[in-house]
């Protein structure tokens, strides 16, 4: 399982906590808000892209820190943003009750017999099917 936030839940503590329906819209809004971030430190590599021009050197040298700073976050908040986007969006593909085909309404199961550490398994709340999740 790839490293985490620890703001973000996984997916099978998220079910069992909030639903499957909150954890993915809580993802989405984590994921939109790295985005956030991303973008206001382009700008913000911007702001010092302009500022390098005038100043002492020492004042240079500090607008070349903020533009290597603010690059590397937007990076990293760019990676992020797009991690957690697919992430929700590749469990939400999956959530769809085969049998009576509602979406969402899932409850996590007690893993009695799981072939794949990354399956979380899952049972549907308005017919009972059950299948795996692949998580990852
Ligand atoms: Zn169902």
């Known amino acids: 399982m790839p490293a985490r936030n620890p703001l973000n839940r996984t997916l099978a503590d998220g079910i069992r906590r909030v639903g499957f329906r909150k954890w993915y819209e809580r993802e989405l809004l984590s994921s939109h808000a790295h985005m956030l971030l991303a973008l206001l430190s382009v700008v913000a590599v911007l702001a010092s892209l302009e500022a390098l021009g005038g100043g002492t050197a020492s004042e240079k040298l500090m607008d070349v820190a903020f533009v290597v700073v603010c690059g590397v976050i937007a990076l ?13 969006e590749e469990m939400a593909n999956q959530a769809n ?19 794949q550490a990354n399956w979380v398994p899952v049972c549907c709340k308005r017919c009972g099917f059950r299948w795996n999740l692949e998580d990852g």
């Open 76 to 88: 990293w908040s760019l990676r992020r943003y797009l991690y957690l986007l697919m992430h929700a």
């Open 97 to 115: 009750c085969q049998q009576c085909k509602a979406y969402g309404l899932l409850q996590l199961e007690e893993a009695r017999h799981r072939p």
